[in-house]
């Protein structure tokens, strides 16, 4: 009997400690769920672009585009540290360093006070990280990313904070800033020096070779899509993440789809809708990449809405849209925030355009400084 109840007891202890080992194997797990930590963020900003552009965009394009394959969506609060109605400085500004500031600043506080970024966190912690634009890469939302300055007048000095970050990848325009400049310095030498491939001409975009990749593709900006520009961003996005994937441990990138916010400030409709849709274009092709990555987090949002872009009539089926504005500057209406992959239920809801930068930096696992 003895024996018996001996056996009885090392059998319920044995059941007792395997299942407290399976509960505490079942713990880990869940928590390493809850918490997951993505590998590479991609960061697009549609300058200007509130949902009235994206459906006008949407409209145009007979009813669809690939911003309905997210199913993470929110909506962010644009105001700046001094003005209902924030400029792209300033709101570039707050989603990269997570610091509401003045209009017209790039990458510093409203007591300017330089903060780091995420691209300078990423770089950092040992990640790559890129800028893409269809504009000047020293205008104000990529500058915010990389530079540190009072004013986004500044872009020689802006160009010269280009060489105090070891980014992977900066393609769009601006090339005069670089190598026309008042102090005489050609900057291109200067990043030539560093190991840069600098290549001056949209033509060589797909064949540039090397890790380290600076494109300053036109003197000041690029064309409109409609004027030549082509597919140059989605090429320039997909030659980042050629180039930015080769690092094991993950990067940050930035896209921009600059020219929406200029269609706004000229109320013209057929701008917005070819910018948005060239915008849209690349956004397919980064959730595609995510979507077989499984480990990329795709953002997209804008820094503020421009023009008050009303729709008053249009049909789908003929891709006709018609629009009316309330003004040729920006608005302070909330812009919509969409997010994919690993964490991107974080994105939900409405929330202060700096908590953007909180949620990248929460879901690469950095700690603000």
């Not at 909180?358 to 700690?367: H, I, L, Q, R, V």
Request: proline letters at 2%.
């Amino acid at each position: 009997m003895r024996n018996i109840l001996t056996l009885f007891s090392f059998l319920l202890i044995v059941q007792i400690n395997f299942g407290q080992v399976g509960a505490d194997n079942k713990s880990k797990s869940l928590k390493k769920q809850d918490h997951p930590k993505v590998k590479n963020i991609i960061l697009m900003i549609g300058d200007g672009m509130g949902t009235s552009q994206i459906y006008a965009g949407m409209t145009a394009n007979k009813g669809q585009l690939n911003i309905e394959r997210f199913r993470n969506i929110g909506f962010s609060k644009t105001y700046s540290a001094d003005d209902y109605v924030t400029d792209s400085g300033a709101g570039g500004t707050a989603i990269s360093t997570g610091y509401k500031t003045y209009n017209g600043a790039i990458g510093v506080d409203k007591d300017t006070i330089a903060r780091k970024t995420i691209l300078e966190y990423a770089e950092m912690h040992q990640k790559s990280s890129g800028l893409v634009a269809t504009c000047a890469i020293t205008h104000a939302t990529p500058a915010s990313f990389i530079s540190h300055q009072s004013s986004r007048k500044m872009q020689e000095e802006i160009a010269a904070d280009f060489l105090k970050t070891d980014f992977e990848v900066a393609i769009g325009g601006g090339l005069k800033y670089f190598n026309q400049r008042k102090d005489n310095i050609d900057l291109t030498g200067s990043l030539k020096e560093k190991g840069y491939n600098v290549i001056t001409s949209p033509d060589s975009i797909s064949s540039a070779k090397g890790n380290k990749l600076a494109g300053l593709l036109y003197q000041e900006h690029p064309p409109k899509f409609s004027e030549g520009r082509g597919d140059m961003l989605l090429k320039s996005g997909m030659k980042a993440i050629e180039v930015l994937s080769q690092d094991e441990d993950g990067f940050f990138l930035m896209i921009e789809g600059s020219q929406i916010d200029w269609g706004g400030h000229d109320n013209d409709t057929r701008y917005i809708v070819e910018e948005l849709i060239d915008f849209d274009q690349t956004i397919g092709a980064m959730l595609d990449f995510a979507q077989k990555d499984g480990k990329t987090l795709v953002i997209v949002t804008a820094d503020h809405e421009t023009g008050g872009m009303g729709l008053n009539s249009g049909n789908i089926e003929k891709g006709e849209v018609s629009a009316k504005y309330t003004t040729g500057d920006h608005t302070g209406v909330m812009v919509p925030v969409f997010a994919f992959g690993p964490e991107a239920e974080n994105f939900r809801g409405i929330f202060e355009n700096t908590a953007i930068f909180d949620k990248m930096m929460s879901a690469f696992g950095f700690k603000k400084e």
